[in-house]
């Protein structure tokens, strides 16, 4: 990471005050602005350590919204007095902590930081396992289901969407 002149001040001055502030850890804000007021390019990760290296780009943004969208409609079958689903089945697994955390950060930042989708009951958001393909493989169903009726799935087609995941964990 490379920062400029400029740039080291503005954040030396942003640590300056948090360390006045007496507030959080005083010694880390302090090395800092070590760090950038001497320009150790080699220990700006030091200071850059809360901030994530990769970005979650909008199609992955929206692929996680997609998902989440897609267990709101499982969840709504059967409201109305009709048949309901798989309740293990059609519950959000979450997202793989080890090779899937991006994707597990963002869907718990959505529901609870964001608000959304809390009336879900979505506690867990570590599947322990990959469930990207698993989750593709359901919205390729779900996606070809006309939109004006995702929202109000049949018995039948909220089963050909699980039948999906099913045939990717066997």
């Known amino acids: ?10 954040l030396w ?3 300056e005050m ?3 502030s007496g507030k959080g850890d005083c010694d880390y804000y302090a090395k800092c602005q070590i ?5 150790f390019e080699g220990e700006y990760e030091y200071v850059a350590n809360i901030v994530h290296r ?3 780009s909008i199609s992955e943004c929206s692929f996680v919204s997609d998902v989440l969208n897609m267990f709101d409609a499982l969840s709504r079958i059967g409201e109305l007095g009709g048949e309901k689903l798989d309740t293990v089945m059609s519950k959000f697994s979450g997202f793989d902590g080890n090779s ?5 950060s963002y869907a718990n930042f959505l529901i609870e930081k964001q608000q959304k989708w809390t009336y879900l009951g979505i506690k867990n958001f570590n599947s322990h396992m990959p469930m990207r393909r698993s989750y593709d493989r359901m919205l390729s169903v779900f996606k070809s289901i006309p939109l004006a009726e995702q929202f109000s799935l049949t018995f039948e087609q909220g089963n050909s969407i699980l039948e999906a995941r099913a ?3 066997t």
């Open 1 to 10: 990471m490379e920062l400029s002149r400029f740039e080291r001040l503005v």
């Open 13 to 15: 001055n942003q640590y």
């Open 18 to 20: 948090l360390r006045l």
């Open 35 to 39: 760090i950038l007021s001497s320009g």
């Open 54 to 56: 990769d970005v979650l």
């Open 100 to 104: 899937e955390t991006e994707l597990m």
């Open 167 to 169: 045939a990717y964990l």
